[in-house]
């Protein structure tokens, strides 16, 4: 099975921090993507990456930035946490094809405080 | 385009009966369809997916029915099961895109 697997489920950050959200997948997945969900918004884009050191700004990237060194690893930074920014972060990864769809991570809860 | 609203949609319905989730897709250029479950503490979970040349697929327990005319889709879950609740998305995308817009989603609660 395909797995995500984002490094942490809950994090607690102060304003003003900087904060790293890592996701990491297993099957060499070209496609990665981090969306956000807020309840009764739904998923929003941040960012995506088709290749290693490849980005592109999805619908809402203000606040954010991305990181793709490596092939499996995708990495999403928040420069500086604000309040406005806590929210359930997923990342996804496809292989490319579109009749693939995304597999998931299970979220990482970020709360800013 | 998504169906976007400040309210989540809650559907309940008893163990045992049929469900119905729908979901009302803006861009009519869009020909790749896919149903997501996704269960409390959990990232969604791909359940069933449709192209625009079809008007309906089945897959185990589980309908999707696509009217392009008005653009609407829907999930038609047979014999709901406590197992199945979860909030339900739609995603939509345009042919070699590859990259999905997801409807806000619909909250199924079973009851037992």
């Known amino acids: 099975d395909v797995k995500v697997t984002q490094s942490s489920r809950y994090l607690v950050k102060r304003t003003g921090e900087k904060v790293f959200l890592e996701c990491v997948q297993d099957?060499?997945?070209?496609?990665m993507f981090w969306y956000r969900q807020d309840p009764g918004l739904g998923l929003r884009l941040i960012y995506f990456?088709?290749?290693?050191?490849?980005?592109e700004k999805g619908d809402i990237p203000e606040g954010y930035s991305v990181s793709r060194e490596k092939k499996e690893r995708f990495s999403l930074i928040l420069e500086s946490a604000s309040t406005n920014q806590t929210s359930m972060y997923l990342c996804?990864?496809?292989?490319?094809?579109?009749?693939?769809?995304?597999?998931f991570g299970s979220g990482t809860r970020l709360t800013v405080v | 385009g998504e169906s976007v609203g400040l309210h989540l949609p809650t559907l309940s319905v008893q163990e045992g009966d049929n469900s119905i989730i729908n979901c009302a897709y803006s861009?009519?250029?869009?020909?790749?369809f896919i149903w997501y479950k996704q269960e409390s503490g959990k990232g969604p979970q791909f359940i069933i997916d449709i192209r625009s040349n079809m008007d309906k697929r089945q897959g185990q327990r589980v309908t999707v029915l696509l009217n392009k005319t008005v653009k609407h889709l829907s999930l038609q879950i047979a014999a709901t099961q406590p197992g199945d609740s979860a909030v339900y998305f739609c995603a939509e995308t345009l042919y070699n895109f590859n990259k999905f817009y997801f409807g806000s989603g619909t909250k199924l609660n079973v009851k037992p």
């Open positions: 996804a990864s496809s292989p490319g094809l579109q009749e693939d769809g995304y597999t």
């Open positions: 990456s088709y290749d290693v050191k490849m980005k």
């Open positions: 861009n009519s250029a869009s020909d790749y």
């Open positions: 099957m060499d997945h070209e496609n």
